[in-house]
């Protein structure tokens, strides 16, 4: 990738003169796709990202919410960091590496705003679990994860995994990172005084990664696994270990003025963010940053995105202690500069080889103007399967059966935070810190629930409809734990948005993902865009990831499981299509997408309530795979479900959407009562326990006890291990 004929004219017009090569190549790379956003910028304005919890929002490495206080609910003085990225080039060409260093970004994004981080999500996306190549990307995916996740302390609690034939060429490796604060350690990316000194303190630079960024604004070519492999970033989890600690020592101490991880474009990026946030400008000296490679040039130094690197602006008198503090953690630290009044500079062996205007650098790039056509509306074509063959296969399908081994390999309880961990609808984490004194901190504290994952199935099938009900089951997840949503973070994958039905189809997903969450008051404080996710395969599919949290008093959770008695009720309208699902994915056919619940918000509030009902003995959202999946994953050796449904057998089974719950509680009067004017309540069967489903739907009766169903949702660990 090259600058543009236009990008460099108008660069030339501001300078008054040619860029130098190291400028052309910071422009190339700030002004591309993955950093300046020049064709989703003009789209993002769709989102809310506003509400008193809001203490930063968009624009930060990590947004900031607070946390409701627990006696009062009104926004407390104990925040959390909310950030997500994409790691999804480098993980096509190096699936270990890749992933791995996404993981390294998004907790270093937690770092620079003073945060400790306390747990991770990771949404996945591959192609046909059955070719080798996507399960090859899978397998080294998932090890990279694990291998950086675990050596750094901080617990994997949750996620996703999809596949889908249009993810063949391209996989997406989506990353979310919560951090914890108090308010007094807030720390921003906007310098504060000229005078101060940029300290860089990590990992010495070297020449992985260069040009990092622009590799990630262009289509995946089919050489890419062997020729953009010097464009992937390799990782040290164990230094990352150690600047998370060294982190929190200089804001402990008040060290640090201002803090930029250096991810994208390196430490031009990271410098040159920093500086023009603050209305400034720096002066860098490219020959002090400490190298581990030798003879490297001045683009090499300024571009290189060298993993387990943090730029803090520190003010003169604390220089000493930062580097004091940095060799205590065997890291490096150079002096690489100031802040300064005027442009942003980096001279190199006496020459000055950057001197721009920081705002220009960072904010001057043109949006792009592109045409959109909108998706087509897909029309009603149903298959005809046997139902206990579509029920099996559904069960058995990679995207709806067990991700245990997936989770397995993470560590999801260092820390001792982690209530609820991986394999439920949504993880729980528990904040101590707001629990008061002299007080078990288990009744005043605060649970944190996090959901985070996309749905291709049904975003292909529509993408506005489809992003919507993202939305509405992210936050179903959370209320199913008894939590209420607090704020979001989006990761908003496309194709090449240079083909009007890709940018048409990516326009839908932002329109539905937006007005969704308007509706549900969650505001939406950060993300991510991540376009060209094109290759001579073809598109993926718009891929809108959703990370969401929400709070609740407490840590403790209703179980997934049923219980050996109590009545099943299910909660929320049936969906009359069947667009979207695993059947139609399995089978073929095609069908319009559901719509969502008419009140989503007061659907997701009833629930948090039931939740948290001392009668309710099981929850479980329903989505993915349809009610045939959930009524299967609640099942256990200790407890079994009858169930009796009515209707068409593979709309009962198999419709998917948003805005459906299944609630195992000795006490259903109170539940019909906390959902009346809001959503229906049938009650559809009711525990045993002998640990085995029955399912009487239309003229089949289905029968298979919980042994049955494991072997069957055996699928990935069954072909891997």
Not at 103 to 116: C, E, H, K, P, W
Not at 280 to 305: F, Y
Not at 358 to 378: K, R, T, Y
Not at 449 to 456: W, Y
Request: glycine share 12%; with cysteine.
């Amino acid at each position: 990738m090259s600058l543009a004929d236009s990008d460099r004219e108008l660069i030339t017009t501001e300078l008054g003169r040619e860029p130098t090569a190291a400028e052309a190549a910071l422009f190339e790379n700030l002004w591309s796709e993955h950093c300046a956003y020049r064709s989703s910028r003009p789209l993002l304005g769709a989102f809310d990202s506003e509400g008193e919890q809001v203490v930063i929002g968009p624009g930060d490495d990590a947004a900031v919410v607070a946390l409701p206080d627990p006696e009062t609910g009104e926004p407390g003085e104990t925040y959390v960091t909310l950030g997500i990225e994409s790691h999804n080039h480098p993980s096509y060409v190096d699936p270990f590496d890749g992933a791995a260093t996404g993981v390294g970004g998004i907790v270093r994004d937690t770092l620079s705003m003073g945060a400790y981080p306390i747990a991770l999500t990771d949404s996945l996306y591959f192609g046909p679990f059955a070719e080798d190549h996507p399960k090859y990307l899978f397998e080294g995916v998932v090890e990279g994860i694990s291998h950086y996740g675990n050596a750094i302390g901080v617990p994997t609690v949750g996620g996703s995994v999809d596949f889908h034939p249009d993810y063949e060429g391209n996989p997406l490796v989506n990353v979310a990172c919560v951090g914890l604060l108090p308010a007094d350690r807030l720390v921003t990316a906007v310098a504060q005084k000229p005078g101060n000194k940029l300290v860089l303190v990590g990992n010495a630079t070297g020449r992985d990664g260069l040009g990092g960024a622009s590799f990630a604004s262009e289509d995946l070519a089919e050489d890419a696994e062997t020729e953009d492999r010097p464009a992937v970033q390799v990782g040290d989890p164990y230094a990352e270990k150690l600047l998370i600690e060294a982190n929190e020592v200089l804001v402990e101490e008040g060290l640090v003025e201002s803090a930029r991880d250096l991810g994208a474009a390196g430490l031009g990026g990271a410098s040159s963010e920093l500086v023009a946030k603050g209305g400034l400008g720096a002066d860098i000296d490219l020959e002090a940053v400490h190298q581990r490679e030798p003879e490297m040039n001045a683009l090499e130094i300024l571009l290189a995105e060298s993993q387990e690197r943090m730029c803090y602006e520190v003010a003169p008198e604390n220089v000493e202690r930062v580097e004091a503090v940095a060799t205590r953690f065997d890291l490096g630290a150079s002096v690489i500069g100031e802040v300064t009044e005027g442009n942003y500079r980096c001279t190199f062996e006496g020459e000055t080889v950057v001197d721009v205007d920081a705002e220009f650098l960072g904010d001057g790039a043109p949006m792009n103007d592109l045409p959109a056509e909108s998706p087509p509306e897909p029309e009603t074509d149903l298959p005809d399967p046997d139902i206990e063959e579509a029920f099996e296969t559904v069960l058995s399908s990679p995207n709806t059966a067990s991700k245990e081994w997936v989770y397995r390999q993470y560590d999801h309880e260092v820390g001792v935070r982690t209530s609820v961990g991986p394999g439920d609808d949504a993880a729980v984490v528990a904040i101590r810190e707001t629990g008061r004194e002299n007080t078990p901190d288990d009744e005043t504290g605060t649970g944190l629930a996090v959901s985070a994952g996309a749905a291709p199935n049904w975003t292909a099938a529509d993408p506005e409809a489809g992003a919507r009900a993202i939305a509405v089951e992210n936050a179903t997840n959370l209320a199913a734990k008894g939590a209420r949503p607090l704020a979001a973070v989006d990761c908003l994958n496309g194709g090449n948005p240079e083909k009007p039905d890709v940018y048409g189809g990516f326009s839908a997903t932002v329109t539905g993902l937006a007005e969704a969450c308007l509706e549900l008051s969650v505001p939406v404080v950060g993300g991510n865009v991540s376009l060209y996710n094109d290759s001579t395969t073809g598109p993926i599919p718009p891929t809108p990831t959703l990370a969401m949290v929400g709070t609740k008093r407490g840590y403790e959770a209703p179980p997934l499981s049923a219980s050996p008695e109590g009545d099943l009720l299910l909660i929320g309208r049936r969906p009359e299509r069947l667009g979207g699902s695993e059947y139609l994915a399995r089978f073929g056919g095609s069908d319009r997408f559901p719509a969502i619940p008419d009140d989503p918000a007061g659907f997701v509030d009833a629930l948090a309530a039931v939740a948290d009902h001392p009668a309710t003995l099981a929850t479980h959202d329903v989505s993915h795979g349809g009610l045939a999946v959930s009524l299967a994953e609640m099942v256990s050796d200790e407890a079994g479900l009858e169930v009796s449904l009515s209707g068409d057998p593979a709309a009962a089974l198999f419709a998917e959407g948003a805005g459906r719950v299944l609630v195992q509680t000795t006490d259903p009067d109170a539940v019909r009562e906390a959902f009346a004017g809001i959503a229906p309540v049938a009650r559809i069967g009711e525990g045993t326990d002998d640990g085995v489903l029955r399912v009487d739907v239309g003229e089949t009766d289905l029968t298979y006890d919980a042994a049955g169903i494991r072997e069957r949702r055996s699928t990935i660990a069954a072909e891997l291990e």
